[in-house]
Antibody, heavy 121, light 103 residues
Framework: EVQLVESGGVVVQPGGSLRLSCAAS????????MHWVRQAPGKGLEWVSL????????YYADSVKGRFTISRDNSKNSLYLQMNSLRAEDTALYYC??????????????WGQGTLVTVSS | EIVMTQSPATLSVSPGERATLSCRAS??????LAWYQQKPGQAPRLLIY???TRATGIPARFSGSGSGTEFTLTISSLQSEDFAVYYC?????FGQGTKVEIK
């Protein structure tokens, strides 16, 4: 059974930093690209970032480019999102999502339950 | 940047009836389109990808069609568990969602 379990979400002050983690199991982690997708409270879905199967390619939404860094450790079946210079508008539930392909087709066939990041003073 | 527009915002349907949800792209996206279902307090669930391919385990009452700029998700006979919010997605961009509620 595929499982994605996010962690690391907390309340953080504007300008602060945070690192989210996603532990994957039930599939061959290094065969697939992975994504972060977020959802502000009561709002729709927003794609955040993509990393290819080997970590060699990364992509970001304009709203987070230069502030967030996606990475993965295939030896630990784990995905990460380093979030710096956090803003109030980054407040959201952050989902880890598996792509259906290795390089990234932007089709997300499995999702975690999300970890909540709140940016507030 | 491609904009995805879903209509209607809310669809009221009786159980057993057909539901038709629309998604329009601001420019052609070929068949690069997915549909997701999200229930309250749950993560989204992939229903359709490639505009018309059902994801693993998705019931046959869900079907997708369209290409270019106009896409449709059809639920042939609504079951109680189908009342939810539905999002279309083209690569990095999601539509704003259609809420399917009980009439």
């Amino acid at each position: 059974e595929v499982q994605l379990v996010e962690s690391g979400g907390v309340v953080v002050q504007p300008g602060g930093s945070l690192r989210l983690s996603c532990a994957a199991s039930g599939f061959t982690f290094d065969d697939y690209a992975m994504h972060w997708v977020r959802q502000a409270p009561g709002k729709g879905l927003e794609w955040v970032s993509l990393i290819s199967w080997d970590g060699g390619s990364t992509y970001y939404a304009d709203s987070v480019k230069g502030r967030f860094t996606i990475s993965r450790d295939n030896s630990k079946n784990s995905l990460y999102l380093q979030m710096n210079s956090l803003r109030a508008e980054d407040t959201a539930l952050y989902y880890c999502a598996k792509d259906i392909m290795d390089s990234g087709e932007y089709y997300f066939d499995y999702w975690g339950q999300g970890t909540l990041v709140t940016v507030s003073s | 940047e491609i904009v995805m527009t879903q209509s209607p915002a809310t669809l009221s349907v009786s159980p057993g009836e057909r539901a038709t949800l629309s998604c329009r792209a601001s420019q052609s996206v070929s068949s690069n389109l997915a549909w997701y279902q999200q229930k309250p307090g749950q993560a989204p669930r992939l229903l359709i990808y490639g505009a018309s391919t059902r994801a693993t385990g998705i019931p046959a009452r869900f079907s997708g069609s369209g290409s270019g700029t106009e896409f449709t998700l059809t639920i042939s006979s609504l079951q109680s568990e189908d009342f939810a919010v539905y999002y279309c997605q083209q690569r990095r961009t999601f539509g704003q969602g259609t809420k399917v509620e009980i009439k």
